[in-house]
């Protein structure tokens, strides 16, 4: 439970790696435009992250642009730059600090088991970054930074979100400062928590995916996202008329759930509503669907893409304010664990 001397607080954040995808608007970025309403907000450009991927590690330009993309996706998504604070990781050196801080509080034991970084290096963990082993360290210190206690993410990132609070507790029972930092808590909530491929219903969407028609980017225009439902995998039976029909059939379970989630309706309204169907008549409501949705975000990114220099002051301003609420609270860790200033 968080204690509830601390203030609620929202924080979240995207890697800047390749265009965003349904999956993370869907999953995230509709329940950051939605906490922002009632909460205090972060949000953030984790550039920092990026470094750990190979498309962001050696390619300055890309991760730049990447930076720009990911900060133009958010506002054109429904995020409020006078509502929330919006920046990028590295422009606030208190993350990477408490990322050291937390380094030393982390257990190698509990990195071990983390499934994202085995996922990731893949076969040859001795070939993997030490960054993107200690990827949920630094992950930790952008949340406690602010003592965040609520993280908008997908279920992907759960994991994550526990070893957050792990170190949380770890660091106040070590240093004997009870209730210094609040356990952070996920907030997974939507119909659409997990979306998955398009080819693969067993398969996460994902920007690393090597088949662009395993997912829809949040740049797709009105042809390509016709086309990628029009392919995506099904099977031959008609649509199910209850959550029961779902078993065994991941791809049919993925296409309702998106479309639940994208007309914001409960999962039942959609099955209710096309129980009995053939795939193809639900597929182009789908499309139609997605297309009206998705491309009014599309053409906003663009236009907002058009002035990088007004995105990149927006960036600046967000980061003083960012940095404002983080030195308070390194100025305290510092003192608590002991080094001299
Ligand atoms: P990233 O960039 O990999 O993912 C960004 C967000 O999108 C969600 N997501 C999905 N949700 C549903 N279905 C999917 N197929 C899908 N794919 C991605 C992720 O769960 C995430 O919410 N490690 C974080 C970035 C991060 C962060 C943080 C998040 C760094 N520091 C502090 C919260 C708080 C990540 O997964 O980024």
Redo the contacts with the bound molecule.
């Keep these: 439970m968080t204690a509830p001397s601390h203030k609620p607080l929202v924080?979240?954040?995207?890697?800047p790696?390749n265009t965003l995808?349904l999956?993370?608007y869907?999953?995230?970025?509709k329940n950051w435009v939605r906490l922002q309403q009632t909460m205090d907000a972060l949000y953030?450009v984790?550039d920092m992250?990026a470094l750990t991927q190979d498309s962001g590690y050696g390619h300055a330009k890309d991760i730049a642009q990447a930076t720009r993309e990911v900060t133009a996706a958010y506002i054109a998504s429904g995020v409020d730059p006078a509502r929330a604070v919006l920046f990028n990781?590295s422009q606030v050196h208190e993350h990477a600090e408490l990322a050291w801080v937390f380094n030393c509080v982390a257990r190698l034991g509990w990195l071990d088991r983390m499934t994202q970084f085995k996922e990731k290096s893949g076969k040859h963990k001795e070939r993997a970054s030490v960054g993107l082993y200690t990827?949920?360290v630094?992950?930790a210190a952008?949340?406690l930074a602010y003592k965040a206690t609520h993280?908008?993410?997908?279920?992907?990132?759960k994991q994550?979100?526990e070893l957050a609070r792990d170190i949380a507790q770890k660091f106040n029972s070590d240093f004997d400062a009870p209730d210094f930092f609040p356990l952070p808590e996920p907030v997974i909530t939507g119909t659409?928590?997990?979306?998955?491929s398009l080819r693969d219903g067993t398969k996460?969407?994902?920007?690393s995916d090597e088949s662009d028609y395993s997912r829809i980017n949040l740049t797709d225009d009105a042809d390509a996202i016709a086309q990628k439902i029009r392919k995506a995998r099904t099977d031959p039976a008609p649509l199910p008329d209850s959550e029961k029909g779902f078993e065994g059939r991941p791809e049919a379970e993925n296409l309702v759930n998106i479309f639940a989630a994208l007309a914001d309706e409960s999962r039942n309204a959609t099955i209710a509503r096309f129980a009995g169907q053939q795939f193809s008549s639900f597929k182009n409501e789908l499309a139609e669907l997605a297309v009206a949705k998705l491309t009014p975000i599309a053409a906003e990114m663009r236009r907002l893409l058009s002035d990088p220099a007004e995105i990149d002051g927006l960036l600046r301003r967000g980061a003083e304010k960012a940095h404002a609420l983080s030195a308070p609270v390194l100025a305290d860790v510092k003192r608590v664990v002991g080094f001299v200033s």
């Design positions: 924080f979240s954040g995207m890697q790696t995808h999956g993370n869907l999953g995230a970025l953030c984790v992250h990781q990827y949920p630094l992950m952008d949340i993280v908008p993410v997908g279920e992907d990132q994550h979100l659409a928590t997990r979306v998955m996460k969407m994902s920007k």
